[in-house]
């Protein structure tokens, strides 16, 4: 039952998101939570799971790469708009 309920949570897209993120955030000893973390989280729950590229502070940007979540749904994450004009220029 259990495995399941964990399963099912699981395939919920944007609850996966939050739920990773929220644990490698919680897991960070050295670094203290900050106030915008809840936003961040919210609007990383949506982002994540559909959207083609994202760009986040680098804090985040490590933590979809080691959770893999940006693999997971195909999304590419990065912390500079630079990188990103080169991503867009890349689909021309």
Request: with cysteine.
């Amino acid at each position: 039952m259990i495995k399941g309920m964990s399963r099912f949570w699981s395939d919920l897209p944007s609850i996966n998101t939050d739920c990773e993120l929220t644990a490698y955030r919680d897991r960070q000893w050295s670094r203290q939570i900050q106030p915008n973390d809840v936003r961040d989280l919210a609007q990383l729950a949506i982002a994540v799971p559909y959207c083609d590229a994202v760009v986040v502070e680098r804090f985040w940007k490590r933590a979809t790469t080691e959770t893999a979540l940006g693999q997971r749904y195909r999304t590419d994450v990065f912390c500079d708009l630079t990188e990103l004009l080169r991503y867009l220029e890349g689909l021309k």
